[in-house]
């Protein structure tokens, strides 16, 4: 056993490794029951909680510090079966198993709590098949989530998506953002927890609390104009969030397209009206979406909304993906498909 | 499409998991109060840091002359650090303080609420659009009534537009008929569906998960009742003393401070009914019918009371109650009250509820603790083993989550049997922190959802079913130790014998702390 760094101060961590190569998965399965086994029998008085399967497929543009970072975050706060699964060039299967405590304390609580897992690294051909590594791993009776990290996919998304209950993936996470939500949109949009998406729950909360007047909702008919302002590297989820206003405002996204300056596109009213579609680049160095604006007709004042207070960042969407796993994210599967519509990609 | 033709639901919020409360001004009276510095500031900056707040939000902290803006918010800044559950970040300061106002001056002034209504007016001309207003009384109880009446009279009360609630700490009331008093005069200013009544107990995560437990699973239903459950023991203990509170504690003592409300609310979410829907009256009816149906008190038999003396927590010697600092030598206030309740209805005919509270006890924990009646024949009995009879547990605080305990089979070739407990803890199964207590009340209120917070006849309820005791305790000569004065127990132990006796004398005991 020996501390482990990656975990956060606040909790005093232990953990019990275990290593082998060209292994066989019923095998490991079988190590991880003893491992199991003889942690109990060492009487840490550690809650053995399990809430789901985290099945973690990095593509290879993640690092492995950077997925370690982010899932020394996860386990200190919700304990799952997390079994990572990597390429590696060997025609093998190799595998660490781990078992991680974190003991009471005022960072974890004062029970403590237990969580295990597996990193598997194998060959291209045998990831083709991963639901076939996986499925001896897995805790019966618990909730499967896949994490699709990076912009690149994994040989094994395929056959692990198959297996999985909800798909977490990232759609801003690539350059070419039609690139990302297209693969969204192919996961199934019900099964996926877009973490561009999630991102985005107090602007779609400032949204809706803006049109609760029916004064305010009567405006959305003369329209003509939706711009936002937003960093290049929140193109996806400003997108989205465009989507989700042209088709809650039932109107018809015609046209979408990259440019220098950002993305345009034209939309249809019920009325038939035209709606222009401009996202811009921030008038400022804010890291988000700093503004919206509804230019309406009729000389009115436009309807400008500002980046709201505590917009969610990666680890609470993150977060948020995990815990709402059961549930389809609410006007996503919508949104998505508004700019596929416009991006000619349906 | 005009005006008139705007679609009659909002579009955008059906995709919203959480509803932002409507533009918004929080009235704090008592803002400089220990209160409002622990839990209201802080719980208001959690909301603004957690995005739960509308953009449309103000402070108006209502203290006394020669407080200014300046030093409020010095001060409130300085309570947010201290006690805040997120950490204080100047981006989010720098948005919330700007929106913190001081109205100055006496309580008992006109003056000052003619001054609070034109500041009110000001600030929604100053947003061009009208907010609630929301006047939060973290005051001492005696300044309840005028408050509401003094608000009532500048147009805050009763009818006012833009909307008003009245969000009123307890104790609410020092008996039934000060209770009933009280209601009365609440209730010439405002509309009682305007009166929020805080029990913080209401708003933790577990005690709401307790409807759940109970209405979301359909195993337990059937075993709900006096058929399947022998006894509830509830138990509010804690380790601390008075600390600085010997003036309001010694006035009040443990059955007002302790069993009349944390204690008979949890008893009420126990015992009542399935409500037809999780709307704020349905739960308030059901919950207030429970209560109802509670036998009040016999002080000769259904209650001991009890007094700790100097004793040791955590390795420290700690003095007794009468040796705490304002507190009179000859004090006869409880620090420690059990009580055996009966509920006369169908379901609960003969199920003992106990319930049980004290300060300087050995920890700090309260949970609801449900025994299950024996099974109906004992198979082993011949084998000379004895079964012990399962319980349920939910834990409230300080670890919040649900423990079920029964019978399993010691390994080897002997038949042994051990209680084994299954453990659902909140911090460790859930992603994200349980919410405090009263940031999730002051977000309901800001809502308008009065599920959480107690009803006018729920607390005279509450208090019908301790008023004889309460007589008994205070006025009766002394008839027997217990009744006339209470019973000493060292501080770091479970309490008086009586208490123990109380139990015993049913033939059982009270679950080990």
Not at chain 2, 81 to 89: F, N, Q
Request: charged fraction near 25%.
């Amino acid at each position: 056993m020996s501390a482990n760094p990656a975990i956060p101060q606040a909790a005093i961590c232990e953990r019990s490794e275990w290593r082998g190569e060209d292994v066989e998965p019923a095998e490991l399965a079988e190590r991880l029951v003893l491992m199991n086994r003889e942690h109990a029998r060492h009487a840490h008085g550690h809650a053995a909680t399990r809430t789901l399967n985290l099945l973690v497929a990095p593509g290879d543009d993640v690092t492995a510090d950077a997925l370690t970072a982010r899932l020394a975050g996860l386990h200190a706060r919700h304990p799952a079966r997390t079994i990572i699964v990597r390429e590696h060039a060997p025609a093998r299967l190799d595998a660490t198993l781990a078992i991680d405590c974190g003991i009471g304390s005022p960072g974890v609580g004062p029970t403590g709590f237990c969580h295990d897992g597996a990193e598997l690294l194998a060959d291209a051909e045998r990831l083709r098949h991963a639901d076939s590594l996986v499925r001896p791993l897995r805790v019966s009776g618990l909730p499967t989530l896949l994490w699709l990290p990076g912009a690149q996919a994994s040989p094994a998304e395929r056959p692990l998506a198959a297996l999985a209950d909800a798909i977490v993936l990232d759609s801003g996470a690539t350059h070419d953002v039609a690139a990302g939500l297209a693969r969204a949109a192919e996961l199934g949009a019900s099964r996926v927890r877009d973490l561009a998406w999630l991102r985005l729950a107090r602007w779609r909360q400032r949204i809706a609390e803006r049109f609760e007047a029916p004064a305010e909702r009567a405006l959305l008919e003369r329209v003509e104009r939706v711009e936002l302002r937003c960093a290049a590297r929140e193109e996806a989820p400003a997108l989205l969030l465009a989507g989700w206003i042209v088709a809650r405002a039932g109107w018809t996204l015609v046209r979408l397209e990259h440019d220098d300056g950002g993305w345009r596109g034209s939309g249809c009213r019920a009325d038939g009206g035209e709606v222009a579609l401009a996202l811009l680049p921030p008038s400022s160095a804010l890291p988000g979406i700093e503004a919206l604006t509804l230019r309406v007709g009729d000389g009115r004042q436009p309807i400008e909304l500002l980046e709201p207070v505590a917009e969610p960042g990666a680890g609470r969407a993150f977060g948020a993906a995990l815990r709402d796993y059961d549930e389809p994210a609410p006007g996503y599967a919508l949104a998505l498909s508004a700019l596929l519509e416009g991006l000619g990609a349906r | 499409m005009s005006a008139a033709q705007a679609p009659t639901a909002n579009p955008f919020a059906q995709d919203v998991d959480e509803r932002l409360p409507p533009p918004s001004t929080l009235v704090m009276f008592g803002s400089t109060g220990d209160l409002a510095a622990r839990k209201l500031l802080p719980a208001v900056y959690d909301l603004l840091a957690d995005g739960r707040l509308p953009e449309r939000f103000r402070i108006v902290a209502v203290a006394r002359e020669g407080h200014d803006e300046a030093g409020f918010r010095a001060h409130a800044r300085e309570a947010i650090d201290a006690h805040a559950r997120t950490a204080l970040e100047p981006a989010l300061w720098d948005v919330l303080e700007p929106r913190i106002d001081v109205v100055a001056g006496a309580f008992g002034s006109a003056d000052l609420f003619r001054a609070l209504a034109e500041r009110l007016d000001a600030g929604d001309r100053d947003d061009g659009a009208p907010s609630q207003r929301l006047f939060y009384l973290a005051v001492s109880p005696d300044l309840f009534a005028g408050i509401a009446q003094a608000l009532h009279d500048v147009g805050l009360g009763r009818d006012a537009d833009p909307p008003t609630r009245l969000l009123v700490e307890k104790p609410f009331g020092h008996d039934l008929a000060s209770a009933q008093e009280l209601n009365a005069r609440i209730g010439a200013a405002f509309d009682e569906r305007q009166v929020f009544r805080i029990d913080h107990y209401l708003g933790k995560e577990t005690v709401q998960n307790l409807l759940v437990f109970r209405f979301a699973n359909g195993i337990f239903e059937p075993l709900w009742n006096r058929t399947a459950i022998d006894q509830v023991q509830i138990t509010v203990a804690e380790d601390l003393g008075i600390g600085r509170r010997a003036g309001y504690y010694d006035k009040a003592g443990a059955l007002r401070d302790v069993i009349q409300n944390h204690a008979l609310q949890l008893l009420s979410l126990v015992a009542m009914e399935p409500p037809a829907s999780f709307e704020a009256d349905l739960v308030r009816d059901e919950k207030a019918k429970a209560l109802e149906a509670v036998r009040p008190l016999d002080p000769a038999c259904d209650a001991v009371r009890g007094q700790y003396t100097a004793g040791w927590i955590g390795g420290e010697a700690v003095p007794g109650y009468r040796e705490e600092e304002g507190v009179p030598d000859t004090s006869p206030t409880e620090t420690y009250a059990a009580v055996r309740l009966g509920i006369d209805n169908w379901r609960w005919a003969g199920v003992p509820f106990y319930l049980r509270t004290g300060k300087r006890l050995p920890l700090r924990a309260t949970e609801i603790a449900i025994a299950f009646a024996p099974a109906p024949h004992q198979p082993f009995r011949r084998l000379g083993v004895t079964v012990p009879a399962n319980e349920l547990v939910i834990s409230v605080q300080p670890n919040e989550g649900v423990t079920l305990q029964f019978a399993a089979k010691v390994p080897g070739s002997k038949m042994r049997v051990r209680p084994v407990q299954m453990d659902f803890q909140y911090g460790s199964t859930f992603l994200r922190e349980s919410p405090e207590a009263y940031e999730r009340l002051l977000h309901d209120a800001l809502l308008g959802d009065a599920t959480l917070f107690t009803r006018a006849d729920e607390v005279e309820a509450a208090w019908r079913i301790v008023d004889p005791l309460l007589a008994a305790w205070e006025g009766a000569p002394p008839a027997k130790p217990g009744v006339g004065e209470p019973q000493p127990y060292p501080a770091g132990t479970v309490g008086p014998p009586g208490a123990d006796e109380l139990l015993a004398a049913d033939g059982r005991a009270w679950r080990k702390l």
